[in-house]
């Protein structure tokens, strides 16, 4: 047998020291000891009527690094699903600055009027992007980081990326302290893989932004999902990637592809079809169950019955007597 490779090398000198798709040299323990939500409420938890008790999750992303990976993932599947469904960006945009903020109103006048130019060239122009922060590592860089704008762009034909260079890199520049050779513009050969890359591997700590920033991470324009909502595109998302993890798990136990296939789809429709209740650290119930409708217009039914407290009665037709709260807790007066 020949030598062992370097990653084998590695892996065997140190199996937990690999780096995960979020991490990046150096990792310390302390790094590894924040793989845990940190702005949730300490003292709540969330209790399934199987028994299972989970700390509850803040989702601050500007606050907490862990929820700011699992969004950063959300938005990953987003804007891949996109991609595959066929409808895949074609011109990507890296738009920077030489100021070193974290007010990003500075540059809303900017994003705004590179958004109107490029509209007004291409009527079905629409666009998804992420802030991000550069290291402040370079020579340069006098230690300072600075945003920048990770443009996904749709509605620009394929070979006019020098002509929509010419019309937002001026524009941006014009309003924003920026120069134009430090503009990036350019057509998109493999949408899925370029998405991955950008929203994956820029949300590691050196290019997260920095403490303190209190603006929007992520943002795209109303029409960039097609006939979807951004809610429901990110609802879609969320559902995709809770089947991956019980495919994941079902993968651990199992090397039959069906029995992998089987197991997972049944664990997942389990946890959708889960009731949780909001509990303390021991488990004590702290609020009625959320009751899980088929359709939506049976739950904003239900939504209003219960916002407007008018009668047990109207509550009973909409769900069967089994999943009924106690009326004391829906129509208490005690809120």
């Given at each position: 047998?020949?030598?062992?490779?370097?990653?084998?090398?590695?892996?065997?000198a140190?199996?937990?020291?690999?780096?995960?798709?979020?991490?990046?040299?150096?990792?310390?323990?302390?790094?590894r000891?924040?793989?845990?939500?940190?702005?949730?409420?300490?003292?709540?938890?969330?209790?399934?009527?199987?028994?299972?008790?989970v700390?509850?999750?803040g989702?601050?992303?500007?606050?907490?690094?862990?929820?700011?990976?699992?969004?950063?993932?959300?938005?990953?599947?987003?804007?891949?699903?996109?991609?595959?469904?066929?409808?895949?960006?074609?011109?990507?945009?890296?738009?920077?600055?030489?100021?070193a903020?974290?007010?990003?109103?500075e540059f809303?006048?900017?994003?705004?009027?590179?958004?109107?130019?490029?509209?007004r060239?291409?009527p079905?122009?629409?666009?998804?992007?992420?802030?991000?922060?550069?290291t402040?590592?370079?020579?340069?860089?006098?230690?300072?980081?600075?945003?920048?704008?990770n443009?996904?762009?749709?509605?620009?034909?394929?070979?006019?990326?020098?002509?929509?260079?010419?019309?937002?890199?001026?524009?941006?520049?014009?309003?924003?302290?920026?120069e134009?050779h430090?503009?990036?513009?350019?057509?998109?050969?493999?949408?899925?893989?370029?998405?991955?890359?950008?929203?994956?591997?820029?949300?590691?700590?050196?290019?997260?932004?920095?403490?303190?920033?209190t603006?929007?991470?992520?943002?795209?324009?109303?029409?960039?999902?097609g006939?979807?909502?951004?809610?429901?595109?990110?609802?879609?998302?969320?559902?995709?990637?809770?089947?991956?993890r019980?495919?994941?798990k079902?993968?651990?136990?199992?090397?039959?592809?069906?029995?992998?296939?089987?197991?997972?789809?049944?664990?997942?429709?389990?946890?959708?079809?889960?009731?949780?209740v909001?509990?303390?650290?021991?488990?004590?119930?702290?609020?009625?169950?959320?009751?899980?409708?088929?359709?939506?217009?049976?739950?904003?039914?239900?939504?209003?019955?219960?916002?407007?407290?008018?009668?047990?009665?109207?509550?009973?037709?909409?769900?069967?007597?089994?999943w009924?709260?106690?009326?004391?807790?829906?129509f208490?007066?005690r809120?």
């Open positions: 047998m020949g030598s062992p490779s370097g990653s084998d090398a590695i892996c065997a140190d199996p937990a020291g690999l780096l995960g798709k979020h991490e990046e040299l150096p990792i310390n323990e302390r790094q000891a924040s793989e845990s939500c940190t702005c949730g409420p300490a003292h709540l938890r969330l209790r399934s009527e199987h028994g299972e008790l700390k509850v999750r989702k601050c992303v500007n606050k907490c690094s862990y929820c700011a990976k699992l969004a950063a993932v959300e938005n990953c599947e987003m804007l891949m699903a996109d991609a595959l469904d066929g409808d895949r960006p074609t011109l990507i945009m890296i738009l920077g600055t030489r100021t903020t974290l007010n990003m109103r809303e006048a900017g994003r705004q009027a590179v958004v109107q130019k490029l509209r060239r291409w079905a122009f629409e666009y998804a992007y992420q802030v991000e922060f550069t402040g590592y370079g020579p340069h860089s006098g230690g300072l980081r600075r945003p920048h704008w443009w996904f762009c749709k509605g620009v034909p394929v070979g006019c990326e020098e002509e929509a260079r010419g019309l937002a890199v001026p524009e941006w520049c014009r309003l924003v302290d920026a134009p430090a503009q990036y513009v350019d057509r998109i050969d493999n949408a899925v893989g370029l998405t991955k890359y950008v929203t994956q591997h820029f949300m590691k700590a050196s290019q997260a932004p920095p403490a303190g920033f603006g929007q991470r992520f943002n795209c324009s109303k029409g960039y999902f006939s979807i909502t951004r809610a429901t595109a990110r609802a879609r998302a969320k559902d995709s990637l809770a089947l991956g019980e495919l994941w079902a993968a651990q136990r199992s090397s039959d592809a069906h029995e992998i296939e089987l197991t997972a789809q049944l664990a997942h429709r389990r946890n959708v079809a889960t009731r949780w909001l509990a303390s650290e021991t488990g004590a119930r702290l609020s009625a169950a959320a009751i899980p409708l088929r359709a939506p217009r049976e739950r904003l039914a239900l939504q209003r019955a219960i916002r407007d407290r008018r009668s047990a009665r109207r509550l009973a037709q909409l769900v069967s007597p089994d009924m709260p106690h009326r004391e807790t829906l208490s007066d809120a």
